[in-house]
């Protein structure tokens, strides 16, 4: 039987690698973005993830059209960057309802369909900045951890009905999140020049990490293999970082982090 996926933010970058590659191993794929037109290849709704209504509009047509959902792949969203002092809370916020509260809209929405069905696969598009606070970038790490204890919490939840979830943690990745990131360097000028010189790197990083098609490829193979791993890092490297976080002292972790986006 064809298998239906949801992929958010499937009209550029991981999303959108991702939603090729799932097709290309057999599956109906939707994209959902703002964007009025996606991937003339992929099918697409034109949907906010912020906007409950939007979402359950979406998510109403691929029913009526395919009877079945398979496959979520929550990859929308996107990053603020600057001191915490001087972001105004309101674009705190506005980083949540995308980034967070997005993907709760989209994943309550198909809840219900896959617990019927006692089948599917929810797969969040985290970061490596969950496990490792990125100074700087303080909403947007925010944004990821708390994807990730979302994900191993509902992950228990809906186990009893063949719901498996994960989430996957990319690393420093090009596409265009870089140049998309609402940046302010408000109070650079008290932070001794910090803010810009953390932001820099963190974006030298991005411009020199892994492609988004090499990145959307395996987030889509984890997506089809159904496993009961909750969480995922792309790239051994970061697998290793990963995995030495959670070996340090908390205290000695964050200072080395500090030492590469804080100086």
Do not use: W
Not at 75 to 97: L, M, N, W, Y
């Amino acid at each position: 039987m064809r298998k239906t996926a949801i992929v958010t933010g499937g009209t550029s970058g991981i999303g959108l690698f991702a939603a090729k590659e799932l097709k290309k191993r057999g599956y109906t794929v939707y994209t959902v973005s703002r964007r009025e037109n996606g991937d003339r290849d992929l099918l697409h709704i034109s949907a906010d993830i912020t906007n409950e209504e939007d979402v359950q509009r979406a998510v109403t047509q691929i029913l009526q059209q395919q009877g079945i959902i398979d496959l979520l792949i929550n990859c929308a969203g996107f990053g603020i960057s600057g001191c915490v002092e001087f972001t105004e809370t309101a674009d705190a916020k506005r980083q949540f309802d995308v980034n967070f509260f997005g993907m709760v809209n989209m994943t309550r929405a198909v809840l219900g369909v896959m617990r019927k069905q006692k089948r599917g696969r929810i797969v969040n598009i985290s970061s490596v900045a969950a496990p490792a606070a990125i100074p700087f970038q303080t909403y947007y790490s925010c944004t990821k951890a708390a994807i990730n204890d979302y994900t191993l919490a509902l992950a228990n939840e809906v186990r009893p009905y063949g719901i498996t979830v994960c989430a996957i943690m990319p690393g420093d990745i090009r596409t265009g999140f870089t140049a998309a990131r609402d940046k302010s360097c408000r109070g650079n000028e008290e932070y001794g020049g910090r803010i810009s010189r953390s932001v820099a790197s963190m974006e030298h990083d991005e411009q020199h990490g892994m492609s988004a098609e090499r990145a959307g490829k395996y987030v889509a193979r984890v997506a089809a293999k159904n496993s009961h791993k909750p969480l995922y890092a792309i790239g051994f490297s970061y697998k290793a970082i990963c995995v030495l976080l959670k070996l340090l002292p908390a205290r000695l972790a964050n200072y080395l982090v500090g030492l590469l986006y804080a100086k």
